[in-house]
């Protein structure tokens, strides 16, 4: 075996390339505030997908209820049942533009899940269980070999060694590996996520949205002043009129609520973005380099327990 | 500009369609109406509000639109992100397999030695 033929100093030298190796990957990692800016974002973006449609759904039910309280004004079977149709078609029509609009948000959703999964700790878990799984296989299989009669004995416990060392390297080269694929996607998704919440807050406080909710407030009126004028309200329709009313309040506030959640939203990944570009400062270096030295360090031991059980 | 000033064609129209409604809802409701005049302004308010249904749908459709043109981008980024997450995956799989044929070669020297 290697370590057999090995001296001490060029066991020292080794040593000394791969932690030099290893501190030199750990900086290219991402920071804790880093990882807690992508937790952030995917946060701010949490179900927000379901938003931006919801005004359009919510005017929606508004037209199909005060529709039914003028469908009702119709003494004609044929033109009542055909303006129930037209009613339910395009409340139909509605729901798919607003489908659509949903798809579009989801989009961002998942995008940070992406960055979610992309940083998280469950790549360098996963290493941990691999390893420690092929440590301890790697060093009964040494006492196997070991208890062979007239062999040359291989240190115990270098299984352990390997296992470390495994771990240490694979966990430098996964965080290294997370934050080049971060700092290469964030910044190009900022753009875009700027041009779908410009665009969002264009939409909702488009003039066009304006017409919308602003027809749906006169034509409530409108619809139940025609039903007074043809038929007999009871206490039910005058609560219907109410709570159709507050309904275009809700809207309102509605939409005014997914202004704020879409700029929160643009702040969020612009806060990941700067994030992102920001160079590690020397409070989080050192405590990343201390946990290192605590890694290497180990592995160092347990090594010169190889070496001292082999002399 | 061109887009603006349809949405504002569009929102006078509705303003229209919604004042001769009232004109046409004020006159249904005369109660010296003959069943045929009273049938053709039913009828007339019917034709007002399926135009009002079309602005609508128009002024959605328009708004939809503008919202969706710019997601395919981030859709495909989000797909490359999905890639390279897969990827790091494939790192605890590599060492598993490294360990394999580590094991592999021990067995074999083992075997090899027990038959010395």
Redesign the interface.
């Known amino acids: 075996m290697r370590t057999q033929t090995q001296s001490p100093s060029s066991m020292k030298r080794q040593t000394l390339i791969i932690t030099l190796g290893l501190l030199l990957g750990s900086c290219a990692s991402l920071t804790k505030t880093q990882i807690g800016a992508v937790n952030q974002f995917s946060q701010a973006s949490k179900n927000f997908s379901a938003y ?1 449609s919801r005004v ?1 759904t919510a005017l929606a039910e508004i ?1 199909v209820k005060r ?1 039914v309280y ?1 469908a009702n004004t ?3 079977p044929k ?1 009542h049942i ?2 129930l149709d ?1 009613i339910y078609q ?1 409340r139909k ?2 729901y798919k ?1 607003s489908a ?2 949903d ?2 948000f989801k ?2 959703d ?2 940070a899940q ?2 979610m ?2 940083s ?1 700790e469950k ?1 360098v878990s ?2 941990k ?3 420690n ?2 440590g301890v ?2 060093d009964s ?2 006492k ?2 070991n208890s ?1 009669e ?2 040359k004995q291989v240190p115990a416990g270098i299984g352990g060694a ?1 296992n470390k060392l ?1 771990v240490l390297g ?1 966990k430098q ?2 965080r290294s ?2 934050a080049k ?1 971060i700092k290469k ?1 964030v910044p ?2 900022d753009s ?2 700027s ?2 919440t410009t ?2 807050l ?2 909702l406080q ?4 304006q ?2 909710v602003k ?1 749906e407030e ?2 409530v009126n ?1 619809n139940y ?2 039903f007074l ?2 038929r007999q309200p009871g206490i039910e329709n005058e609560r219907d009129y109410l709570d159709l009313k507050s309904n275009i309040d809700a809207i309102k506030q509605l939409r005014d609520q997914t202004v704020a959640a879409t700029k929160h939203l643009r702040r969020a990944h612009k806060k990941l973005l700067l994030a992102i570009q920001r160079r590690k400062t020397l409070k989080e270096t050192i405590p990343e380099l201390q946990d290192l030295y605590e890694d290497v360090k180990e592995i160092n031991t347990t090594i010169e327990v190889i070496k001292s059980s082999k002399n | 500009m061109d887009t603006e000033k349809i949405d504002i064609e569009k929102n006078i129209t509705l303003e229209q369609v919604r004042a001769s409604i009232e004109i046409v809802e004020s006159a249904r409701a005369d109660q010296s109406l003959s069943p045929d005049e009273k049938s053709k302004l039913e009828l007339a308010v019917v034709r007002l509000r399926d135009l009002e249904r079309s602005i609508i749908e128009s002024l959605e459709s328009d708004l939809v639109a503008s919202l969706i043109a710019d997601s395919r981008a981030l859709k495909a980024l989000t797909a490359q992100i999905k890639q390279s997450a897969d990827k790091l995956s494939g790192v605890a799989s590599a060492i598993e397999k490294a360990g394999t044929v580590v094991e592999s070669l021990i067995k074999v020297i083992t075997t090899a030695a027990g038959l010395l």
């Open positions: 931006p359009m037209r529709g003028f119709l003494d004609s033109l055909n303006e037209k395009a029509n509605s533009y659509k609009v798809t579009t989009i961002i998942k995008y992406s960055l999964l992309l998280s790549y996963d290493l269980t691999q390893a799984n092929f296989d790697l299989l040494i196997g070999y062979i007239g062999v390997i495994i694979g080269y996964v590996k997370q694929e996607f190009a998704a875009l996520i041009v779908m665009n969002l264009e939409f488009s003039k066009n949205i017409f919308l027809n006169e034509e409108s002043l025609s004028r043809q």
